[in-house]
């Protein structure tokens, strides 16, 4: 009995598969359109407010995709600047532990600080071979 009531469902869904579908892509091309619309206008905009910026922005992109040994305008600097920020935190931190010597040291020319540092820098080694790999 409950299969026949699935089999009936399951018609029932394949048979109304074709109006469902255009159903729904009558509600999403004019949806496509407004998007394409605001992404044609969105440089447009940004160019009437922030003329230099963006000239300078598409010069930026221009150069690095002619030559990618250029810095990438795509990678976010403060991210490189936190890691400084960072990196030097830890080694004050370092110099403080060791002026008190609370602790004994892990390893004589490794502090925790190098250590932690490291690892940041084989995070990084193995997101940029995994990017390389990817292209």
Not at 19 to 37: G, M, S
Not at 50 to 66: F, I, R
Not at 82 to 104: G, H, I, R, Y
Request: proline share 6%.
């Amino acid at each position: 009995m409950i299969d026949n009531h699935f089999r009936d469902w399951n018609w029932k869904k394949v048979i109304n598969l074709g109006i469902t579908i255009l159903t729904k892509i009558q509600e999403a091309v004019p949806e496509r359109n407004d998007h394409c619309e605001d992404f044609l206008e969105l440089p447009q905009s940004l160019c009437m407010k922030y003329p230099d910026l963006v000239s300078t922005w598409e010069h930026g992109v221009q150069e690095w995709e002619l030559d990618p040994t250029t810095p990438n305008p795509f990678e976010n600097s403060l991210q490189k600047l936190l890691k400084l920020v960072f990196t030097c935190n830890l080694a004050q931190e370092d110099v403080m532990v060791a002026s008190q010597l609370t602790q004994l040291p892990l390893h004589a020319e490794v502090t925790p600080s190098i250590l932690i540092d490291t690892g940041i820098k084989l995070e990084d080694q193995q997101y940029t071979l995994f990017s390389n790999a990817a292209l």
